[in-house]
């Protein structure tokens, strides 16, 4: 089923991008009803049975959303609509999301045997619930303005950023969708646009994916991890996240240029970053964002002194990390982040800064070592592998070697074969890492005649012979 969903985006995505300019040579508007279609057989493909949940969701917002715009122009104070909209999102992700996580919390601390509702998580949530929570207070400020539902429905929906983002906003997208001039065939970004795309999936199928095992077999048996395992499993999650977040990003700007339209970077070399606030404006772009403009900054931001700032840093990142799912590995994640805020700002203060290689070393480690507790299904077996990254389990390379082997004895050299290159592939991953540019740099600049033409194509065959083996990305169950 997996191979059959990456073939259907691969014969959805031209189909799409075709249908879209071929419409829009007679309407503007019936392109973009095109494309909010489009978008819903998308969404559809992957939980059909969603789809109503989802379009629910868009008409209670737009109908929000129009009554705060309408106020707004008025000069009508309507932040008890305001409050109603954004009750509506949260309640609807909290009962997805949240509400077996806090029964089986309340039957731990009182005893009690309340049954769990099991509810599906629906693909997307979190990130079309966030785009629209932007959308009603961007309204309800006077910043943002639709009076369209097929416009409205489009910008929920396009199918781009639909399931693991990046977080959009109305102001941002709707220019595009309504400028003419965008709404003609450009063979220069349908070219880039493919190659943002290949290297997207590149990212995702020959390094995330060849990656995924090893992390996988390390977070499996966290309490029997020596030092090199220990070392291993963290670097091999470390890499497979970024590739596999930063990969489906790719894909989706890709995705969407090839049709004309600019959504917003979400990554900037990440791994670069000399302290944790850097890797805040360079990780998961749109969320950061967001939680400084709606979450950071309505908590006081930094203009009710440093106490209120700070608090301000561990609110924000414990609810981010909430965000990411419904388990306390999540909220000790965002929680480790806003601590490392309060400690960035606090060694600031004292003026001796770290020459730059050297934190940005520090900055690395200390985010793959969060990232532990990120993937760890417990914060016990989170503590168990860090414990070994530390040394503190032992150390035994030969072992460790045969025991990724899958093997009760050491390995031979040919039997290394396969793990010996998944660690080529782990250090080329790390380079590549730390290297400035960034595949959207690279797509915006690289000539697309010649040699790179012949390699990109060698690259997305590459992708295309080892998509079969591929695995879901790990934000669609964000």
């Known amino acids: 089923m997996l191979f059959n969903s990456y073939a259907f985006v691969l014969a959805f995505l031209p189909a799409a991008v075709a249908g879209y300019f071929l419409v829009a ?50 000069g009508r104070d309507a932040r008890a ?20 996580f806090f029964i089986a919390n309340w039957n731990t601390l009182s005893g009690a045997h309340l049954p769990l509702l099991e509810v599906a998580l629906p693909l997307g949530i979190s990130f079309f619930t966030f785009t629209q929570v932007a959308y009603l207070v961007d309204a309800w400020k006077g910043k943002a303005a639709e009076y369209s539902p097929v416009n409205y429905l489009l910008f ?21 969708f309504a400028d003419p001039r ?16 290949t290297l997207g999936l590149a990212k995702k199928v020959l390094v995330a994916d060849t990656l995924a095992p090893w992390a996988d077999a390390g977070f499996a048996s966290a309490h029997a991890l020596t030092l090199a ?79 209120r700032m700070l ?61 532990v507790v990120f993937r760890a299904p417990t914060l016990a077996d989170a503590g168990s592998v860090l414990a070994s ?15 990724w082997a899958g093997l009760a004895r050491p390995a031979s050299i040919g039997e290394r074969a396969p793990e010996l290159g998944t660690l080529a592939v782990l250090a080329a991953a790390l380079a590549i890492a730390f290297m400035p540019r960034t595949s959207t740099e690279l797509a915006a600049t690289v000539s697309l005649r010649g040699w790179p033409r012949y390699a990109f194509g060698g ?20």
């Open 25 to 74: 040579r007679r309407s503007h508007l019936g392109a973009n009803a095109f494309l909010a279609a489009a978008s819903l057989v998308f969404y559809a493909w992957w939980r059909v049975e969603l789809v109503a949940l989802l379009l629910a969701s868009a008409a209670v917002n737009f109908a929000v959303g129009r009554r705060l715009s309408r106020a707004a122009a008025a």
């Open 81 to 100: 609509m305001l409050f109603l909209g954004v009750a509506f999102d949260l309640g609807l992700l909290g009962y997805f999301k949240y509400a077996d």
């Open 156 to 176: 929920v929906t396009y199918f781009p950023h639909l399931l693991a983002g990046p977080i959009i906003h109305h102001r941002e997208m709707m220019p595009q």
């Open 182 to 197: 965008l709404k003609r065939l450009d063979w220069e970004n349908v070219a880039r646009g493919l190659v943002l795309f």
């Open 229 to 307: 395992d220990g070392w291993i499993t963290m670097l091999a999650y470390a890499m497979q996240l970024v590739y596999d977040f930063s990969g489906y990003t790719d894909m989706a700007l890709g995705a969407a240029l090839m049709a004309n339209i600019r959504l917003p970077i979400n990554f900037d070399s990440p791994y670069r970053s000399a302290d944790i606030r850097e890797f805040w404006r360079r990780w998961h772009i749109t969320l950061s964002r967001f939680l400084r403009d709606y979450v950071y900054i309505p908590l006081g931001g930094n203009r009710r002194g440093e106490a």
């Open 311 to 371: 608090a301000a840093f561990l609110v924000t990142f414990t609810l981010g990390g909430l965000w990411h799912g419904a388990a306390w590995t999540f909220v000790a994640w965002g929680a480790i982040h806003g601590t490392a805020l309060v400690v960035v700002h606090f060694w600031r203060k004292l003026g001796r800064p770290l020459p730059r290689p050297v934190a940005i070393g520090v900055t690395a480690l200390f985010v793959a070592a969060a990232f």
């Open 389 to 403: 990254v530390a040394g503190l389990n032992g150390f035994d390379l030969h072992l460790a070697v045969a025991q």
């Open 459 to 478: 690259l997305l065959a590459c992708g295309l012979v080892f998509i079969e083996n591929a695995s879901p990305f790990i934000y669609f169950i964000f």
